[in-house]
């Protein structure tokens, strides 16, 4: 199953990283000497480094990539089916 442009930036493309968009502006649109890029879409392509994907390169700006961990993440709101108590629980003994 082959996903739409749209929905794998959804699923694994993360924020600009501003700091790196401006490294490789400043290189002349040149990515760094051991990395990869993978053409995926139409302006998106991915940034590898050996086997691992380290960003992604969207239309002249690298973004990070999701982790696990960002694509699970669950509300810990009681109101949203997280686990209930989130919130600090102090005792107002005097």
């Not at 794998?8 to 790196?20: A, M, P, Q, S, T």
């Not at 940034?47 to 699970?72: E, Q």
């Amino acid at each position: 199953m082959v996903l739409s442009r749209e929905t794998y930036i959804k699923k694994y493309v993360g924020k600009e990283n501003k700091r790196l968009t401006k490294a490789y502006v400043k290189r002349g649109r040149i990515i760094s000497e051991n990395q990869t890029l993978i053409a995926k879409y139409s302006g998106l392509a991915v940034l590898k480094n050996g086997r691992d994907t380290v960003g992604y390169l969207i239309d002249g700006k690298i973004h990070s990539t999701k982790t696990k961990a960002d694509r699970s993440r669950k509300s810990k709101q009681s109101w949203e089916g997280g686990k209930k108590g989130c919130g600090s629980q102090h005792d107002d003994k005097k």
